[in-house]
C-alpha cells in the first residue's frame, strides 16, 4: 500500500510557475511508475506527465510538452511537477498516481492515487 499526497497547489498569474509535490508513505514507489493528473471542471481527468522507474525518458501531454517537467527523488519518496508557463486553461485539481512497474502505458490502471491539489491560474 502507497499512501500519496499533494502539495504545492495554489493561485497564480498567468505565465508564473508553480511546483507540485507528491510524499508517499508506505511501501517505496521507487519500482513504480509515477504520474500527475488533472481534472478541470465540467471536464474529463486527463494525462499530464509520468516518470517511468525504469529511466525511460518522461512521457508528457502535448498540451504540457517543453513547460512542464516531471522528476522525482527516490530517497526522500517524492515525486514533483515543476510548472512554467502556466497558462489559465492549466487550471485544474492535479492528481498524483501510482502504476506497478510493468510495462509502462498512460492506459494501464493506476493503482494508488493522492486527493489532489488545486491549481488555479487566472489571466
Known amino acids: 500500500q502507497i499512501h500519496l499526497v499533494e502539495s504545492g497547489g495554489g493561485l497564480v498569474q498567468a505565465g508564473e510557475s508553480l511546483r507540485l509535490s507528491c510524499a508517499a508513505s508506505g511501501r517505496t514507489f521507487s519500482m513504480h511508475h509515477m504520474g500527475w493528473f488533472r481534472q478541470a471542471p465540467g471536464k474529463e481527468r486527463e494525462f499530464v506527465a509520468a516518470d517511468i522507474w525504469t529511466g525511460e525518458n518522461p512521457d508528457y501531454a502535448a498540451s504540457v510538452k517543453g513547460r512542464f517537467t516531471i522528476s522525482r527523488d527516490n530517497p526522500k519518496n517524492t515525486m514533483y511537477l515543476q510548472m512554467n508557463s502556466l497558462k489559465p486553461e492549466d487550471t485544474a485539481v492535479y492528481y498524483c498516481?501510482?502504476?506497478?512497474?510493468?510495462?509502462?502505458?498512460?492506459?494501464?490502471?493506476?493503482?494508488?492515487w493522492g486527493q489532489g491539489t488545486q491549481v488555479t491560474v487566472s489571466s
Open positions: 498516481a501510482a502504476q506497478i512497474g510493468v510495462r509502462y502505458s498512460r492506459n494501464q490502471p493506476w493503482d494508488y
